[in-house]
T-cell receptor
Framework: DTGVSQNPRHKITKRGQNVTFRCDPI?????LYWYRQTLGQGPEFLTY????????KSRLLSDRFSAERPKGSFSTLEIQRTEQGDSAMYLC??????????????FGPGTRLTVL | GESVGLHLPTLSVQEGDNSIINCAYS??????FIWYKQESGKGPQFIID?????DKRQGQRVTVLLNKTVKHLSLQIAATQPGDSAVYFC???????????FGSGTKLNVKP
């Protein structure tokens, strides 16, 4: 399968613990995005990378959240000191930018986080 | 069958009928729109896109219509099939190619 992959698919943790999610984009896609989706809502943008550079972060991304894409390929999203309000589906998407034109974002299956 | 977005978040149609899913977008600066389909437990799947210099675009069994005057987008699905059952989201870019803003979605139920 050459699509976007995310691991783990499900994560249950206790409040106050740290969690880390991984996203592997479509090969050769230079942009990678993180979104958060709560039940019954559409995905909300969190941050995106072009290659290894993190170019934009939403104000939704509090100081407890950090994302990296060290080699411009896979990315990790870490949440420190998790809170019950962090429970959501975390979606990753990737795209190949062609410069000056909109590029289509392809989504992975998501990681569902439950904070007890 | 036809939905009116937030007022009717669930649309039920009979298999074989045509479906129309509506979306009111918020920002007149948006110049690129995408419809995504999301099945339970899966990530959103790209269906079709349209740029603001067009008012209609057709794909396989799907058509997207854009009315910039009233900031309205619709997705038409021809000969709806049970496999079309999912939540459908429209997404706008608000003039920024780097991220998308999603609506709350419309659930499509296809009755056999």
């Amino acid at each position: 399968d050459t699509g976007v992959s995310q691991n783990p698919r499900h994560k249950i943790t206790k409040r106050g613990q740290n969690v880390t999610f991984r996203c592997d984009p479509i090969s050769e896609h230079n942009r990678l995005y993180w979104y958060r989706q709560t039940l019954g809502q559409g995905p909300e943008f969190l941050t995106y990378f072009q290659n290894e550079a993190q170019l934009e972060k939403s104000r939704l991304l509090s100081d407890r959240f950090s994302a990296e894409r060290p080699k411009g390929s896979f990315s990790t999203l870490e949440i420190q000191r998790t809170e019950q309000g962090d429970s959501a589906m975390y979606l990753c998407a990737s795209s190949l930018t062609s410069g000056g034109a909109p590029d289509t974002q392809y989504f992975g299956p998501g990681t569902r986080l439950t904070v007890l | 069958g036809e939905s009116v977005g937030l007022h009717l978040p669930t649309l039920s149609v009979q298999e074989g009928d045509n479906s129309i899913i509506n979306c009111a977008y918020s920002n007149s600066a948006s110049d690129y729109f995408i419809w995504y389909k999301q099945e339970s437990g899966k990530g959103p799947q790209f269906i079709i896109d349209i740029r603001s210099n067009m008012d209609k675009r057709q794909g396989q069994r799907v058509t997207v219509l854009l009315n910039k005057t009233v900031k309205h987008l619709s997705l038409q699905i021809a000969a709806t099939q049970p496999g079309d059952s999912a939540v459908y989201f429209c997404a706008e870019n608000k003039g920024n190619f780097n991220k998308f803003y999603f609506g709350s979605g419309t659930k499509l139920n296809v009755k056999p």
